[in-house]
């Protein structure tokens, strides 16, 4: 028996911790353990079990117990233990945060705060009841009287959870902390594991012979008649209960309790039943609810092209082989990407082994789920971001069960607990929603190939537009490069027109969203009933409130952006942070009343189309169009189904879907971004356009896209127009090569910030001072610069650009300045060290 336990606890501190572990307590490595941590209890993972009293420096510091073990076996396999340490490596995140990352199961435990009273609390309770009042009280009578409440109600009990006692007193969390700090009451962290196994319970219909034997109905008194037992029942049904027989039946004979609430009719309705014999209802582990949408066809109906079964050849072969395997599956637009997918993966399920596909934030369209449905049926689980927590550590369990082999998620899935892992796939490798945007910063991507590599797995790599890093990998034959050049069906990949906006303004005399060319090619498509996509990449109605009088923006208050005007809401949004402001009538600088909404949105542009094309169904793809899974299904299904003519929105309507009537995209806004200071610009914008072309002409008639530019000259905007990957690649490549940044150099982004402007300030001078006189051969260190966006949700951004040939050195250096800053007491969650980053801003 092992007497200590180290802990990885989620904490932003680059630390394990030891605990003790009691007699009889036996946890598991792998295993979740709750443990006291300063004043709370928390729980964390055991990475280790030993015999070393840890080193204390002073005598008094008495090593703290494990409280509970909470798992029997181990919730991370030794696979993917090694996988968070790895990731606690490669991105310097503190190992506690990684795994719990890794692990979905915060819903099984319940965080909780209990109040009991002290002796000095009984005292100073008595005391009042003898005086009235305690002497020299800072409070008012008010507050003084909630106190005593709060006393006499502790006083008769044990110990009360933070809830109940603030429900029965009333008391405000402030008189709460007060009356601690004065040793009146205690107060104790009682968390606690949750039962894991969540139960549902669900209405059974009885079958026909069981309802016939089934108890007959009660008398009117409510007791049961003793005569007759096999009378049938159904003609005593009444309107209401007939409706609830009839639904469950029309489910299959078995759905669960909740749902039979929606039906309209009385609450009772289903206890009588049950008294009756009808219906039983039994708990039953909660089940993945499936997207309600039917899938369109078999995704297997047509023959594979010669392309595509090559690659699903050169797939199974690397799944064959039992070692790790990279490939990188380049398919243009309309490639049949998807089906290859799907086929390489049941091909795998019915070798009994386990695959994980990953999918962009937003690639997990309708069509997608239900294809999967359709497929793998029960052996799949989708993990995506509208899940509770409560239903994805449910999805976790029945992965580690082993019930679901294949599993397909956003980004985190690439943690999922299988088995066997046999194939990895990442679609649309280059999307930036697999970097996770707060610690641990991961790239999912990059974590896959580890992942695989750790279990000889393969791991597959696809996109129409590869990442230059993963394209350049491909070409240095770290992967195979798997193509599939030709869309299905040798459809023909759409002619892209160029409309320059500049020329545009020259020849109207203003400025224009829609061009004539665009107004023109849209009208035809209306006119043969055929639908029509416009991008634009921004949403809301108007990005800029400017005054005229003296020049000023209407900014954020957290942030230094512009606020976003949103008709419709009629508010003012910060796109950044969330934050929502009343939409001005005069300047908030000068008080002039020459405000002005500036720029063109999402929202505006609907407005617009409706107004150039009254007849037209318009429906808009947006952040604040879609709230949840719900709106974008159905937002695609609409259009899918015909009952749209036209769909605007931003990049969401340029990812991944598939639908047949679309032979026109126009793209009125997509090249903002070349504007910005981020070497990643050109090679986001060339991804964007040419996905958002690839939605064209993806059924029988072929496709055009009207491409309005401010940079027509601009290679990123060329190449895209001629479906040139190679090309751009080339040219993108050179600019690396010549300013050092990826794949020729590993790049880390490290963020100094604080509320405070003098902290910010303070510590990133600091930290450059330190880079200079610290030793970094060959490792460039950019900084401190303010960051391009200067403060944001209230944080001050100073930031370093490290560039480096070698990544180890890379990360030396930068564990290196971690310790500095605690040296330095620059909190931790102040200096944030983001590995690979995605976005410098
Ligand atoms: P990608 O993901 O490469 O853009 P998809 O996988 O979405 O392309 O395929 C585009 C369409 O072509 C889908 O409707 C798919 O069902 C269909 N498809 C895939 N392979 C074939 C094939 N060999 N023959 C005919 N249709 C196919
Ligand atoms: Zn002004
Ligand atoms: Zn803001």
């Not at 509208?386 to 980004?411: K, M």
Request: with cysteine; charged share 25%.
């Amino acid at each position: 028996m092992a007497l200590f336990c180290d802990v990885a606890l989620a904490v932003p501190l680059d630390l394990v911790f030891t605990y003790a572990i009691p007699p009889g307590m036996e946890p598991v490595v792998g295993g979740r353990v709750l443990v006291p941590f300063r004043q709370q209890r928390l729980s964390g993972i055991a990475i280790e079990l030993h015999d070393r009293p840890p080193r204390v420096n002073t005598a008094q510091v008495k090593i703290k117990k494990v409280i509970e073990a909470l798992d029997l076996s181990p919730v991370l396999d030794e696979q993917l233990l090694k996988l968070g340490k790895w990731i606690a490596d490669y991105y310097l995140a503190p190992i506690g945060e990684v795994f719990r990352t890794m692990l979905p199961l915060s819903a099984e435990f319940k965080r909780s705060i209990a109040y009991r009273i002290t002796d000095e609390g009984r005292l100073a309770l008595h005391l009042a009841g003898m005086s009235g009042s305690p002497a020299r009280s800072k409070r008012t009578p008010e507050q003084q009287l909630v106190e005593f409440r709060v006393l006499d109600y502790l006083a008769e009990r044990e110990s009360v959870q933070e809830e109940r006692l603030r429900g029965a007193t009333r008391v405000a969390k402030a008189l709460l902390s007060g009356m601690v700090r004065k040793k009146w009451i205690a107060r104790e962290d009682v968390s606690a594991a949750r039962d894991a196994a969540r139960l549902v319970k669900v209405a059974v219909l009885l079958a026909a012979e069981e309802r016939a034997e089934a108890a007959p109905p009660l008398d009117g008194r409510g007791a049961r008649p003793h005569t007759n037992p096999a009378k049938p029942t159904a003609k005593k049904l009444n309107e209401s209960q007939q409706a609830l027989i009839e639904a469950l039946a029309a489910s299959g004979g078995r759905a669960p309790v909740e749902a039979l609430r929606s039906l309209d009719v009385p609450r009772t309705t289903l206890g009588t039943l049950v008294r009756r014999g009808l219906i039983d209802i039994v708990d039953e582990p909660q089940n993945f609810t499936a997207s309600k949408l039917k899938p369109r066809q078999s995704p297997f109906e047509f023959e594979f092209s010669t392309a595509q079964k090559e690659a699903l050849a050169k797939i199974g072969e690397a799944v064959a082989s039992r070692k790790f395997g990279g490939l990188l599956l380049h398919g243009i637009t309309g490639s049949g990407k998807t089906a290859v997918y799907l086929a390489c993966m049941h091909e795998v399920l019915e070798q009994g082994r386990a695959s994980i596909l990953l999918v962009p934030e937003i690639g997990l369209t309708p069509a997608v789920a239900a294809d999967l449905h359709q497929v793998f049926g029960d052996e799949v689980a989708i993990l995506h971001s509208g899940l509770s927590n409560a239903e994805r550590a449910q999805q976790w369990h029945r992965i580690r069960r082993g019930e679901a082999r294949v599993v397909a998620g956003t980004r985190s899935a690439v943690f999922a607990p299988v088995s066997d892992l046999a194939l990895v796939i990442v679609d649309e490798e280059q999307d930036s929603s697999y970097k996770q945007e707060e610690t641990p910063r991961y790239h999912a991507r990059d974590v896959a190939v580890m992942r695989a590599k750790m279990a000889g797995a393969a791991v597959v790599l696809g996109s129409a537009t590869p990442s230059l890093e993963s394209y350049y990998n491909a070409k240095k034959n770290k992967y195979a490069l798997v193509e599939l050049p030709d869309r299905v069906e040798m459809r023909p990949l759409p002619e892209v027109e160029i409309v320059d906006m500049r020329q545009e303004f020259q020849e109207t005399g203003q400025e224009q969203v829609i061009s004539r060319k665009l107004a023109e090619e849209i009208r035809e498509r209306l006119d043969k009933k055929e639908q029509v996509m416009v991008l634009l990449n921004r949403r809301g109605y108007s990005p800029v409130v400017l005054c005229r009088a003296c020049g000023k923006t209407l900014q954020c208050k957290n942030c230094a952006v512009s606020m976003t005007h949103h008709k419709r809401e009629r508010k003012m949004e910060c796109h950044y942070c969330g934050h929502v402001a009343h939409i001005p009538d005069k300047c908030a600088h000068c008080g002039s009343e020459y405000v002005y909404f500036v720029g063109t949105g999402s929202e505006k542009l609907e407005e617009l189309l409706h107004g150039m094309f009254p007849q037209a169904r318009i429906g808009r793809l947006d952040r604040d169009t879609v709230r949840g899974r719900e709106d974008f299904e159905h937002a695609l299904n609409a259009l899918n189904e015909g009952a749209l003519d036209m769909l605007v929105g931003t990049q969401m309507i340029a990812k991944g879907h598939d639908i047949h009537g679309v032979t026109l995209v126009g793209v009125v806004g997509a090249d903002m971004a070349l504007g910005l200071p981020d070497f990643r610009a050109a090679e986001r914008t060339f991804q964007l356009l040419t996905q958002v072309a690839g939605r064209a002409g993806r059924g029988q008639s072929p496709g055009k896209v009207v491409l309005q530019t401010y940079f027509q000259d601009h290679y990123a905007v060329q190449f895209a127009a001629r479906h040139d990957f190679v090309g751009f690649y080339d040219k993108e490549l050179q600019f690396r090569a010549w300013m050092h940044y990826p794949p020729y150099s590993a790049i880390a982004n490290v963020l100094i910030r604080s509320e405070k402007l003098d902290e910010a300030l303070t510590w990133s001078g600091e930290l450059g001072r330190w880079f200079e006189k610290t030793r970094h051969e060959g490792i460039r260190v950019l900084g401190p610069a303010a960051a391009a966006i200067t403060r944001l949700k209230r944080d001050y951004r100073y930031h370093f650009i490290l560039k480096s040939p070698s990544r180890e050195k890379m990360n030396t250096l930068l564990r290196a300045m971690l310790a500095e800053a605690a040296a330095r007491k620059i909190p931790r969650t102040q200096v944030i060290v983001d590995v690979d980053a995605v976005w410098l801003m």
